[in-house]
């Protein structure tokens, strides 16, 4: 549409695209998204049960430090902060400068998930703890005109959803997505791998009425988000609020980059005129 923000925020996965648009490195992260495939997503988290999450997050630093790199915020092309979460005191850190590797790492850590990040004496976690649609932080960095991308408006109860649309299509016995975390515990390498089978099975829910491990911290992340963004939106809102409808999409469905990326074409579409009329 011809409309280019002086100003970009953003909390946990917004933080990454964000820091990829200051950095103009958008397109090449798009290209690079649009490409994945489940086994090469299997490849970039190093699994393990020692750091405070499932996923260490080595990996995933030096991913961005490859399609972003490890630049100071300050010295970036345009203005540009990341929201993470201080697991001991409860309150939001905003990243305005320093690292940018550090702050889209911080701002990313989902708990339970990945590993927390430390910083200057201080545990991060997810920004989306806090400030899932940081509209807060863009005005306090001088914005006049915030346009939020909400990515929480229809996400709770869609891993529950999802399970039962996929149990109902199972040919077998098996528990939904056995062959992905089949693939996930190999990397563990442990001596309980011939178990893996019980082990899923605890994971992802025993039955169709039985919620697994990772369906309830899921779940438990998109109730806490969608409540927060609902309480923080109305308190201080955005001058025009996106929203694509996301459901369909899984916490780590990182394959399905392409799907999203279109529904968000679709949304910014629709409100094409309103857009429009409060930017110019």
Not at 156 to 181: C, I, N, Y
Request: glycine share 10%; net charge negative.
């Amino acid at each position: 549409m011809g409309i280019e923000p002086d100003i970009v925020a953003g909390s946990s996965i917004g933080a990454l695209i964000g820091a990829a648009y200051a950095s103009d490195q958008l397109d090449e992260l798009e290209r690079w998204c649009r490409s994945l495939n489940r086994k090469e997503i299997i490849g970039y988290l190093d699994f393990g049960f020692l750091g405070g999450g499932l996923i260490q997050g080595e990996r995933l630093s030096n991913l961005v430090r490859d399609k972003i790199g490890d630049h100071e915020i300050e010295s970036l092309s345009k203005a540009f902060a990341a929201v993470a979460t201080d697991l001991k005191t409860g309150q939001e850190v905003w990243f305005r400068d320093g690292p940018i590797l550090k702050s889209v790492r911080a701002s990313m850590a989902i708990p339970g998930l990945f590993s927390p990040v430390q910083f200057e004496g201080q545990w991060l976690v997810d920004g989306g703890l806090t400030n899932p649609v940081p509209v807060s932080l863009c005005r306090a960095m001088g914005a006049e005109v915030v346009i939020a991308v909400n990515l929480n408006s229809d996400i709770v109860g869609k891993h529950s959803r999802q399970k039962t649309d996929k149990r109902e299509k199972a040919t077998d016995s098996e528990p939904v997505g056995l062959e992905f975390f089949g693939s996930v515990l190999t990397s563990f390498k442990l001596g309980f791998y011939e178990n893996k089978k019980s082990l899923l099975s605890k994971l992802l829910g025993e039955n169709a009425e039985s919620p697994g491990v990772f369906e309830v911290m899921a779940s438990s992340i998109n109730i806490m988000q969608d409540r927060i963004t609902r309480a923080r939106m109305a308190g201080d809102p955005p001058d025009i609020n996106l929203s694509p409808r996301l459901s369909k999409i899984g916490l780590l469905e990182f394959d399905k980059a392409g799907e999203a990326i279109e529904e968000g074409i679709e949304c910014a579409r629709s409100m094409r005129s309103r857009i429009e009329d409060v930017v110019r």
